[in-house]
């Protein structure tokens, strides 16, 4: 099974990305709610209660903002180890607890999902607001389509379910 799991709070303008990238994704292919090798998950702004989801035994997708001082809007892939590598640099998280603290539990008692991604866009703006910077919602679908990519790698949709999706 693979897990989607959307991070961020969305009344912090985009600070809220993933998020509203999960509300994205189950509109644009409601047809993964209903599959049973796909859940998807509002995990917030993070909380010790999501370490459980964590180390169930699937495959990992996190959404959310993440600040490589680049243009806004720019999509982000990290894969497996590339995702412990950025994690593992300061200052990344705005996070009560951060995906690194939930990753270095589940390591530490050998539950970390083998297979993780992370699609992150570069926020505009983090104040007060409840709707994405421009910007930033103009990259939605590309982060989606990221999405689509790995989870039909992963063989958690099929290619036929996949272009279902596109069309």
């Given at each position: 099974?693979?897990?989607?799991?959307?991070?961020?709070?969305?009344?912090?303008?985009?600070?809220?990305i993933?998020i509203?990238?999960?509300?994205?994704?189950?509109?644009s292919?409601?047809?993964?709610?209903?599959?049973?090798?796909?859940?998807?998950?509002?995990?917030?702004?993070l909380?010790?209660d999501?370490?459980?989801?964590?180390?169930?035994?699937q495959?990992?997708?996190?959404?959310?903002?993440?600040?490589?001082?680049?243009?806004?809007g720019?999509?982000y892939?990290?894969?497996?180890q590339?995702?412990?590598?950025f994690?593992?640099?300061?200052g990344?998280s705005v996070?009560?607890?951060?995906?690194?603290?939930?990753?270095?539990?589940?390591?530490?008692?050998?539950?970390?999902?083998?297979k993780?991604?992370l699609?992150?866009?570069?926020?505009?703006i983090?104040?007060?607001g409840s709707?994405?910077?421009q910007?930033?919602?103009?990259?939605?679908?590309?982060?989606?389509?990221?999405i689509?990519?790995?989870?039909a790698?992963?063989?958690?949709i099929?290619?036929?379910?996949?272009?279902?999706?596109?069309?």
């Amino acid at each position: 099974m693979a897990m989607i799991l959307g991070i961020g709070n969305n009344l912090l303008k985009d600070e809220g990305i993933g998020i509203h990238l999960l509300n994205y994704i189950q509109a644009s292919h409601p047809q993964w709610a209903s599959c049973d090798k796909i859940e998807m998950i509002d995990g917030g702004t993070l909380s010790f209660d999501l370490l459980a989801n964590i180390q169930a035994d699937q495959d990992l997708i996190v959404l959310d903002a993440v600040n490589l001082q680049q243009s806004p809007g720019k999509v982000y892939c990290f894969e497996d180890q590339a995702v412990d590598e950025f994690l593992s640099q300061p200052g990344k998280s705005v996070h009560e607890v951060s995906l690194q603290d939930l990753f270095d539990m589940s390591r530490l008692v050998g539950q970390l999902p083998q297979k993780r991604a992370l699609i992150g866009i570069q926020p505009d703006i983090i104040d007060w607001g409840s709707d994405l910077t421009q910007v930033v919602h103009q990259a939605l679908p590309a982060a989606a389509s990221r999405i689509e990519q790995i989870l039909a790698q992963w063989g958690a949709i099929s290619q036929e379910n996949q272009q279902e999706a596109v069309s």
